[in-house]
């Protein structure tokens, strides 16, 4: 089956929501949106423009579904000409989906979307990955890509970066920083950063020019697209995942890009993760976990950690009264080394 044959033509308000599905304009009761669902919604650029996310929901809705595939909401495109109301409507949407326990996903027509979507707080938390190749930042004021000061976030995680493209940063202890280099050297050492997270930005400008031309700033330096589909998978399968924005990218009125496809490939892989997710969490229910008692003689107290009979992933806790930490087993094998996870400090001191 295709992915149309799952979607649910539903609109939340036709006064900023137009469906695209067969290019009809419908409203619906709030109560029609269903439970337990993955919601796709287009942003138009302040012009009103909507071409690049409408190319993409074409391109994805060709694609065979993944097995496990649930419902799919398309609730059309924020038409809107100003970044407040798109503010506005984003925080509305979020409160809406978190009553629902669905996810939201933003397809943005160019930048204008992240700070909004950024701002956002889920169960009164705001911790974000971001995937992209730079990122510019003043603690004091807004900075040209539109982010504020890194101490409004209780976590902020940067993918993929270029050292070339970043500026020097003051160390934070909530900011976390994975580059180009790293993660090229061991991908699942990211993955537990989709379980630390909230909502999560995949800006393609990350993405070298050769496999995505359509870039709004292309370099010749970046992820291959295999890797980025990978990690829109690691972010799918994440149970704390539930709202995500794909930007940085410019189609031109170009109904054949490639790079169009490459997004819907990002989204399907998304949509992929979350058809196998297992909700699971070693904090509320560890019926389903295998204990590990761990001492280590560079740490004052011992070390947990949880694997899940489920996914074979791994969680740490450190002390009695310590948060639970996502990791991978790697992680376990250092600390039986002697050694310290970098992952470890940095939260013992966030």
Known sequence: ?????????????????????????????????????????????????????????????HMIAPIGTTNIVDLGDIISLS?????????????????RNSIVVFISCNNVGKLPFALQEVSGKNSLALIDRA??????SVDKFGFLDLKKFNEFYLVGNQSYYTENFEEHTNFFEYRLGRLRDDMTEIEPVFRAVNKVIF????????????ASEPTPNGMYAEEICRLAWYAGNSDTVNGVLLTGFAFHDNRQSLGAILTAELLYHFIEGVSTRKNEDPAKNRSNFKEYYVESNKLPDDLVFYKSKLSGKYWMKYGDKGKIIPCTKADMDMVLNNHVPDRLWRNMNN
């Not at 970044?83 to 009553?99: C, G, I, S």
């Not at 990122?135 to 004091?140: A, G, K, Q, T």
């Open 1 to 61: 089956m295709q992915i149309a044959e799952f979607l649910r033509p539903v609109s939340i308000d036709e006064s900023f929501s137009r469906n695209t599905v067969g290019g009809k304009i419908c409203a619906w009761d709030r109560k029609q949106v269903p439970d337990n669902s993955l919601w796709i919604v287009g942003l138009s650029d302040l012009h009103g423009n909507t071409f690049d996310a409408d190319l993409v929901r074409e391109k994805l809705y």
């Open 83 to 99: 970044a407040k109301d798109q503010r506005n409507v984003l925080d509305e949407l979020f409160k809406l989906a978190e009553t």
């Open 135 to 140: 990122f510019d930042y003043s603690f004091n």
């Open 203 to 214: 800006n393609l400008r990350a993405v070298r020019y050769s496999d995505f031309p359509a």
